[in-house]
Each structure stands twice: as structure tokens, then as C-alpha cells.
């Protein structure tokens, strides 16, 4: 099975900055897509980026234009680079892996973005 370790969240001012980070961890798996959800209070969990094996990227609409994913296929990493944040992007953050088999989830960590 697959175990995902995030980091980078935290307590950020408006038009400021944050870099999560993933590592995916196990065997015996093969990983098509690896990307970021997040889920503020009382809200749905909603797709923030992604990024397949095949080279397919795709952002949330929201999120176009100040946040950057890239993925390291060979070290199972990827990466959420986040500018410009604004209190709406506060939600916890959950990293994502798709495998030719399943779904696999992270903790998830707190971005708060607050004056």
C-alpha cells in the first residue's frame, strides 16, 4: 500500500507564500496521477491540481495563475507551489495518489491564510 507524508503548511498573510510537499512511500505500486484536494469548514472537498504520469496537468479554476505543481516521478514526489495566497485558500490541504489499482489519501495539513 502507499503512505503519503505532507508538509509545508502553516500560518500565511495574504499575498504570501507556501510550498506543500508529498512523499509517497511503499511497494508494489505504480502511480498514474499525484496531485493536491483541499477542504475548508463546511465545505466539500474540492481538486486543487493535479498531475499525471502521461504529462496531463490541471488546476482548479481559482487557482490558475498563482499556484505551480510539479512532480518528481522518480522520487514519488510532488509539490504544490502557492503565490499570491488569499483567506479564501485557507482549508486543509490533502495530498493525492492515484494507482493502476486504487486512491490513496493523506493527513492532510492546515493552510491558514489570515492578516
Known amino acids: 500500500q502507499v503512505q503519503l507524508v505532507e508538509s509545508g503548511g502553516g500560518l500565511v498573510q495574504p499575498g504570501g507564500s507556501l510550498r506543500l510537499s508529498c512523499v509517497a512511500s511503499?511497494?508494489?505500486?505504480?502511480?498514474?496521477?499525484m496531485g493536491w484536494y483541499r477542504q475548508a469548514p463546511g465545505k466539500e472537498r474540492e481538486l486543487v491540481a493535479v498531475?499525471?504520469?502521461?504529462?496531463?496537468?490541471n488546476y482548479a479554476d481559482s487557482v490558475q495563475g498563482r499556484f505551480t505543481i510539479s512532480r518528481d516521478s522518480a522520487k514519488n514526489t510532488v509539490v504544490l507551489q502557492m503565490n499570491s495566497l488569499k483567506p479564501e485558500d485557507t482549508a486543509v490541504y490533502y495530498c493525492?495518489?492515484?494507482?493502476?489499482?486504487?486512491?490513496?489519501w493523506g493527513q492532510g495539513t492546515q493552510v491558514t491564510v489570515s492578516s
Open positions: 493525492h495518489v492515484r494507482t493502476i489499482w486504487s486512491q490513496y
Open positions: 511503499g511497494s508494489g505500486f505504480n502511480i498514474n496521477a
Open positions: 498531475s499525471s504520469r502521461s504529462g496531463g496537468i
